[in-house]
């Protein structure tokens, strides 16, 4: 046996793998007696970093757990169909899902076209150069930025020089800006990823590059754009600190887009932080965390679609 | 300009008329004429100094070790090479007398005359219908009754009518891969072009899915020109009236096919169709 | 009648807009895809020009290091925030760091296909609840448990950091994932052929090759808790004293503005500007080293 393993160097290896490590890490061993021999190592680490892994899901978890079961015995219909009463200490939270919706949906629509035809002129009307490498610079940057600091923009440009107001507008306005890098990085990555032979066969069936971007590509790439959105849409639903200066703490029906609406997420706030209702504190938390579940459900539905259809 | 014209009616008024082995047997004058051309992407030269000329209702095949520019050529013969940034050519292609370069001209008519169908099956993520519809859509045809029609004929053409005449709805990928291909063949019919390039068709297919495409192409020879490139010499023995050999990017020889395989005139052609290298 | 003749003929004029169709079409989607770069351009224009005068007027050495903030007698020095932000950070970064690198480390190195699927889901759901909710936790979970078995307010510094560290994991995790899978995989089997157990493998080679990625990542999740707001507003008590230890209070420049900003006015409000400028410095200056270090080593990876 010993003289076939030193013959044949591919036994010396099965033998490394049954527990005998090859000379190399072997012979230092007289000085290392005090050391952890390392498949013991292994294990401790590999141990340590499951704990790890764990302790985030378990994190999770317990924010779930924790404001659903303080929170949903609270939300009752009439909590989600009536407006609030004496700041929130009674009554609901209908106007502020009336302005989430507005002001995260009106903040999509904005960034979505631009951050798409962002995506689509980087892919497929040009090749990899300065002007590119600047447009993603910038992308990165603005992603990079605080949310303050995104308040305070929107506060004195949209709100004040503009003279939009601290309104839905300002507010959709200043998220739209927040959310536009990730709607560029996903669409880019979901174009990116329909196959180059598809764009073959269009041009050799007589498109134009704008019908082929429209008719093949966005519609493989349709799902995978959609991950973006949604997730867009959860990060407008949980943004506090920039709409607190733009679109404000006004908590009445909004009328037009030009009323300010306190969001769902500026409630919860409010309440808790004023300690004004513990319940109706919780129970806005639930309402916010269930939205979130759902736009991650839905975000994560698309990711399937996405790949099974470009594969 | 007018006498481009007067060509393309006599070539129209020639593929009309159906008589498939007329044509065969006297060519006339050529559907493509390729003069002096080079091409080449970057700081690589592909391909150099090719002349040739491709006549109506005939099938010419390239044969060639592979990096011989064959698929340059022929993606050069519809302008898809236009598409990479760095392609540079010189020399000229004519389709009709009309030199496909030339700065006014359509590239997308040009590509709907001169279908293309690739080595490995490409269904578009639509239906079998919409795949069928995409060129003539494209093209400006919208009437439901001419798109029908256009779809039933070109997939008879492609010997697959009877197989997937009740599921044109399906998702293209659902079909076996033999099935793509034909589909594929079908996609570019329904352009009813003029000049058929065939890249490889069969390469990644069995040889039941090879024998069927053959036996499609077969049908549809009388009626089309067609270049095909092929690394299966005996498919280029079968397949066609005239060959070309291509090697390191320059055409060394182009004849009938008859000739080609019984009495090259260069040796490397012999050599590489009897199997000596390649 | 072939597809291709039942073109209707077009005019000179339409032959031509066809051609030149690719170039319009391009140069629009320029105009538009210029957006991102141009709000930046216009984000930077904006907090500079309300916030930089009252900056020079106060000067600039003495707005960062006077620990005077009394807006109502015009006395402005950020010094207590900037140490505020500087401590919760880098408590924050202990954490998180620790915690996303071990996620991403496992994720990438020792999971089975299950657990990735539980995994991933999870930390991406992390990076999507609202920062207001993990302060809420905060307040009503942590800062009791500090109070009680740590002394102090607890409201601190601590809390802080453990919130914020939590709220970048997500962050520092899904880059390092990136870096991490972008190691060779013949690296590792070349490693674990020599003999050498997975952990070591991971250790000696894996996260040394990977080591410019992660230092992005977790330069990144730094910026992520410079700027966070609302979760410090909640959990860090806003005292406006520079901290003496992990268990005091302190204030950020990040609550700085939020807290005050709903009231201010005249130089106050221009002094909240002036504190937004000195947060976009330090962001832009991490933004900065974090596309540096990615960058090279991207280009090290495309040049071998």
């Given at each position: 046996?010993?003289?076939?393993?030193?013959?044949?160097?591919?036994?010396?290896?099965?033998?490394?793998?049954?527990?005998?490590?090859?000379?190399?890490?072997?012979?230092?061993?007289?000085?290392?007696?005090?050391?952890?021999?390392?498949?013991?190592?292994?294990?401790?680490?590999?141990?340590?970093?499951?704990?790890?892994?764990?302790?985030?899901?378990?994190?999770?978890?317990?924010?779930?757990?924790?404001?659903?079961?303080?929170?949903?015995?609270?939300?009752?219909?009439?909590?989600?169909?009536?407006?609030?009463?004496?700041?929130?200490?009674?009554?609901?939270?209908?106007?502020?899902?009336?302005?989430?919706?507005?002001?995260?949906?009106?903040?999509?629509?904005?960034?979505?076209?631009?951050?798409?035809?962002?995506?689509?002129?980087?892919?497929?009307?040009?090749?990899?150069?300065?002007?590119?490498?600047?447009?993603?610079?910038?992308?990165?940057?603005?992603?990079?930025?605080?949310?303050?600091?995104?308040?305070?923009?929107?506060?004195?440009?949209?709100?004040?020089?503009?003279?939009?107001?601290?309104?839905?507008?300002?507010?959709?306005?200043?998220?739209?800006?927040?959310?536009?890098?990730?709607?560029?990085?996903?669409?880019?990555?979901?174009?990116?990823?329909?196959?180059?032979?598809?764009?073959?066969?269009?041009?050799?069936?007589?498109?134009?590059?704008?019908?082929?971007?429209?008719?093949?590509?966005?519609?493989?790439?349709?799902?995978?754009?959609?991950?973006?959105?949604?997730?867009?849409?959860?990060?407008?639903?949980?943004?506090?600190?920039?709409?607190?200066?733009?679109?404000?703490?006004?908590?009445?029906?909004?009328?037009?887009?030009?009323?300010?609406?306190?969001?769902?997420?500026?409630?919860?706030?409010?309440?808790?932080?004023?300690?004004?209702?513990?319940?109706?504190?919780?129970?806005?938390?639930?309402?916010?965390?269930?939205?979130?579940?759902?736009?991650?459900?839905?975000?994560?539905?698309?990711?399937?679609?996405?790949?099974?259809?470009?594969? | 300009?007018?006498?481009?014209?007067?060509?393309?009616?006599?070539?129209?008024?020639?593929?009309?008329?159906?008589?498939?082995?007329?044509?065969?047997?006297?060519?006339?004058?050529?559907?493509?004429?390729?003069?002096?051309?080079?091409?080449?992407?970057?700081?690589?030269?592909?391909?150099?100094?090719?002349?040739?000329?491709?006549?109506?209702?005939?099938?010419?095949?390239?044969i060639g070790p592979?990096?011989g520019?064959?698929?340059?050529?022929?993606?050069?013969?519809?302008?898809?090479?236009?598409?990479?940034?760095?392609?540079?050519?010189?020399?000229?292609?004519?389709?009709?007398?009309?030199?496909?370069?030339?700065?006014?001209?359509?590239?997308?008519?040009?590509?709907?005359?001169?279908?293309?169908?690739?080595?490995?099956?490409?269904?578009?993520?639509?239906?079998?219908?919409?795949?069928?519809?995409?060129?003539?859509?494209?093209?400006?045809?919208?009437?439901?009754?001419?798109?029908?029609?256009?779809?039933?004929?070109?997939?008879?053409?492609?010997?697959?009518?009877?197989?997937?005449?009740?599921?044109?709805?399906?998702?293209?990928?659902?079909?076996?891969?033999?099935?793509?291909?034909?589909?594929?063949?079908?996609?570019?019919?329904?352009?009813?072009?003029?000049?058929?390039?065939?890249?490889?068709?069969?390469?990644?297919?069995?040889?039941?899915?090879?024998?069927?495409?053959?036996?499609?192409?077969?049908?549809?020879?009388?009626?089309?020109?067609?270049?095909?490139?092929?690394n299966?010499t005996?498919?280029a023995?079968?397949?066609?009236?005239?060959?070309?050999f291509f090697l390191?990017?320059?055409?060394i020889e182009?004849?009938?096919?008859?000739?080609i395989f019984?009495?090259p005139?260069h040796g490397r052609t012999s050599d590489y169709i009897t199997g000596h290298f390649g | 009648?072939?597809?291709?003749?039942?073109?209707?003929?077009?005019?000179?004029?339409?032959?031509?807009?066809?051609?030149?169709?690719?170039?319009?079409?391009?140069?629009?989607?320029?105009?538009?895809?210029?957006?991102?770069?141009?709000?930046?351009?216009?984000?930077?224009?904006?907090?500079?020009?309300?916030?930089?005068?009252?900056?020079?007027?106060?000067?600039?050495?003495?707005?960062?290091?006077?620990?005077?903030?009394?807006?109502?007698?015009?006395?402005?020095?950020?010094?207590?925030?900037?140490?505020?932000?500087?401590?919760?950070?880098?408590?924050?970064?202990?954490?998180?760091?620790?915690?996303?690198?071990?996620?991403?480390?496992?994720?990438?190195?020792?999971?089975?296909?299950?657990?990735?699927?539980?995994?991933?889901?999870?930390?991406?759901?992390?990076?999507?609840?609202?920062?207001?909710?993990?302060?809420?936790?905060?307040?009503?979970?942590?800062?009791?448990?500090?109070?009680?078995?740590?002394?102090?307010?607890?409201?601190?510094?601590?809390?802080?950091?453990?919130?914020?560290?939590?709220?970048?994991?997500?962050?520092?995790?899904?880059?390092?994932?990136?870096?991490?899978?972008?190691?060779?995989?013949?690296?590792?089997?070349?490693?674990?052929?020599?003999?050498?157990?997975?952990?070591?493998?991971?250790?000696?080679?894996?996260?040394?090759?990977?080591?410019?990625?992660?230092?992005?990542?977790?330069?990144?999740?730094?910026?992520?808790?410079?700027?966070?707001?609302?979760?410090?507003?909640?959990?860090?008590?806003?005292?406006?004293?520079?901290?003496?230890?992990?268990?005091?209070?302190?204030?950020?420049?990040?609550?700085?503005?939020?807290?005050?900003?709903?009231?201010?006015?005249?130089?106050?409000?221009?002094?909240?500007?002036?504190?937004?400028?000195?947060?976009?410095?330090?962001?832009?200056?991490?933004?900065?080293?974090?596309?540096?270090?990615?960058?090279?080593?991207?280009?090290?990876?495309?040049?071998?």
């Amino acid at each position: 046996m010993t003289r076939q393993a030193i013959s044949n160097p591919l036994h010396a290896d099965e033998g490394a793998d049954n527990g005998a490590p090859p000379p190399q890490i072997n012979a230092p061993r007289h000085r290392r007696q005090l050391r952890i021999p390392p498949d013991v190592a292994q294990r401790i680490v590999v141990g340590g970093l499951w704990a790890i892994a764990m302790s985030a899901v378990a994190v999770l978890l317990f924010i779930i757990v924790f404001i659903m079961v303080k929170g949903l015995p609270h939300v009752t219909p009439e909590f989600l169909l009536q407006a609030p009463a004496k700041g929130g200490r009674l009554g609901g939270v209908s106007p502020m899902i009336f302005g989430t919706i507005a002001v995260a949906g009106l903040a999509v629509l904005i960034a979505g076209p631009i951050g798409v035809i962002t995506a689509i002129y980087l892919t497929e009307y040009t090749r990899e150069s300065k002007l590119t490498a600047f447009i993603r610079f910038g992308a990165d940057c603005l992603a990079g930025i605080p949310s303050i600091i995104f308040g305070l923009f929107g506060f004195v440009f949209f709100a004040d020089t503009l003279g939009l107001g601290i309104s839905i507008i300002s507010g959709a306005l200043t998220l739209a800006l927040m959310v536009l890098p990730t709607i560029i990085r996903t669409s880019e990555e979901a174009i990116r990823a329909v196959p180059a032979a598809f764009r073959d066969v269009s041009f050799g069936l007589g498109s134009t590059r704008w019908q082929m971007v429209t008719r093949v590509v966005l519609r493989s790439a349709l799902p995978g754009i959609g991950t973006g959105i949604v997730l867009s849409i959860g990060r407008s639903i949980s943004e506090t600190a920039a709409l607190m200066l733009t679109s404000g703490m006004v908590a009445r029906h909004p009328s037009s887009v030009f009323d300010s609406a306190r969001t769902l997420a500026l409630h919860f706030f409010t309440l808790s932080r004023e300690g004004i209702s513990m319940p109706k504190a919780y129970a806005t938390a639930a309402v916010l965390v269930l939205a979130i579940l759902m736009i991650n459900l839905l975000a994560y539905w698309f990711m399937r679609r996405f790949i099974a259809r470009v594969r | 300009m007018m006498s481009a014209n007067n060509e393309m009616h006599k070539v129209d008024h020639i593929r009309c008329s159906h008589v498939g082995e007329h044509c065969a047997t006297s060519p006339g004058p050529a559907k493509i004429v390729v003069r002096d051309f080079h091409a080449g992407f970057g700081e690589t030269q592909v391909l150099r100094n090719v002349s040739l000329d491709i006549y109506p209702c005939q099938r010419l095949a390239i044969i060639g070790p592979a990096g011989g520019g064959k698929t340059t050529f022929l993606r050069s013969l519809n302008r898809l090479n236009s598409l990479e940034h760095d392609f540079r050519h010189s020399g000229s292609i004519l389709l009709d007398g009309q030199d496909i370069f030339a700065s006014n001209v359509d590239v997308a008519r040009i590509r709907r005359r001169v279908g293309m169908l690739y080595a490995v099956p490409i269904p578009l993520p639509l239906s079998i219908y919409e795949n069928l519809t995409y060129g003539p859509r494209l093209a400006g045809i919208r009437d439901r009754h001419r798109l029908d029609e256009l779809v039933e004929t070109s997939l008879k053409s492609a010997i697959l009518w009877d197989e997937v005449k009740d599921r044109l709805r399906e998702p293209a990928h659902n079909l076996s891969g033999g099935q793509q291909q034909r589909m594929c063949l079908a996609r570019v019919l329904a352009l009813e072009p003029e000049v058929l390039l065939l890249d490889e068709p069969c390469s990644g297919l069995d040889p039941i899915s090879t024998a069927k495409i053959e036996d499609a192409l077969d049908e549809l020879k009388s009626r089309y020109t067609v270049v095909l490139v092929t690394n299966n010499t005996k498919q280029a023995a079968r397949a066609s009236e005239r060959t070309a050999f291509f090697l390191m990017g320059e055409m060394i020889e182009c004849g009938p096919t008859a000739v080609i395989f019984t009495n090259p005139r260069h040796g490397r052609t012999s050599d590489y169709i009897t199997g000596h290298f390649g | 009648m072939r597809a291709s003749q039942g073109m209707p003929k077009r005019s000179p004029l339409g032959a031509w807009l066809d051609r030149k169709q690719d170039l319009f079409i391009s140069s629009i989607l320029l105009v538009v895809a210029l957006s991102a770069i141009s709000g930046l351009v216009v984000i930077t224009a904006f907090i500079f020009k309300e916030g930089l005068p009252i900056m020079l007027q106060v000067g600039v050495g003495k707005f960062v290091s006077s620990s005077d903030w009394y807006p109502a007698e015009g006395h402005f020095g950020i010094f207590p925030m900037i140490m505020g932000s500087l401590a919760v950070t880098a408590g924050a970064l202990v954490i998180g760091g620790v915690l996303g690198l071990g996620c991403a480390v496992v994720l990438t190195q020792f999971c089975p296909r299950w657990a990735v699927s539980i995994l991933k889901p999870s930390i991406e759901l992390l990076a999507g609840i609202p920062s207001v909710v993990y302060g809420f936790i905060g307040v009503v979970i942590l800062v009791p448990m500090i109070r009680v078995h740590l002394g102090g307010p607890g409201l601190s510094v601590l809390a802080s950091s453990i919130v914020l560290g939590i709220m970048m994991l997500p962050t520092v995790t899904s880059i390092s994932v990136d870096a991490l899978q972008a190691v060779p995989k013949a690296y590792r089997d070349g490693s674990i052929a020599l003999g050498a157990t997975h952990w070591q493998t991971t250790r000696m080679v894996i996260l040394k090759a990977s080591r410019s990625g992660l230092v992005a990542a977790m330069i990144l999740g730094m910026g992520r808790a410079v700027g966070e707001t609302m979760a410090v507003i909640m959990v860090a008590g806003n005292t406006l004293d520079v901290p003496d230890s992990i268990l005091a209070p302190v204030r950020t420049l990040t609550s700085n503005i939020a807290l005050e900003m709903g009231y201010a006015a005249g130089d106050h409000r221009k002094a909240l500007f002036a504190t937004g400028v000195v947060l976009f410095v330090i962001i832009m200056i991490l933004n900065t080293i974090a596309l540096t270090v990615s960058r090279r080593r991207s280009r090290r990876k495309s040049g071998a």
